[in-house]
């Protein structure tokens, strides 16, 4: 069970309209600073995108465990590093606005170890650089992403919103 109070929906919209494009973060970016700066520079700022596969030349990554103070449900564990090569399977990220504003990404993946063995978590920035990646995007229009305050979990996440 969550801290906070039940937010009923849980399930939230927005209305709007899209477009699709593929992208490729340069190879040597990082992922998550790559797909910001490279949307960014073809003026999108809201945006869903899908990681259809890649070579990372090496990856870190984060996973929940439970919350010991039993404030939240879970937080962060100590992050995970694979050594490269490591195969990028899979995953999803969101282009938005962060708390303060600014465009942030978050982002989740499936990863292959050089080993084989599947992993997979939250990609925090400057943690993953690219060897070569592809990206279906969907870029928003008339909405979009912005982080608020979720009372029910207390974190601070994605929420939809009119642009």
Do not use: K, W
């Amino acid at each position: 069970m969550q801290p906070g109070p039940v937010l009923a929906p849980r399930i939230l919209s927005q209305e709007g309209t899209a477009s699709h494009l593929r992208l490729e973060p340069a190879p040597g970016a990082d992922l998550v600073d790559g797909l910001r700066d490279a949307l960014l520079a073809r003026g999108v700022t809201q945006a869903a995108i899908a990681l259809i596969g890649g070579t990372l030349d090496a990856a870190r990554y984060l996973t929940g465990q439970p919350d010991a103070s039993g404030e939240r449900v879970a937080v962060y564990g100590a992050p995970t590093a694979l050594a490269g090569p490591v195969t990028l399977v899979s995953g999803n990220a969101f282009l938005g606005a962060g708390a303060d504003g600014s465009p942030v990404v978050h982002c989740h993946a499936v990863m292959a170890a050089a080993d084989g063995r599947l992993h997979g978590g939250h990609i925090p920035p400057g943690t993953c650089p690219v060897a070569a990646a592809v990206a279906h995007v969907t870029v928003l229009q008339d909405a979009g992403f912005a982080v608020r305050d979720d009372v029910e979990t207390g974190y601070p996440v994605f929420h939809p919103v009119a642009s």
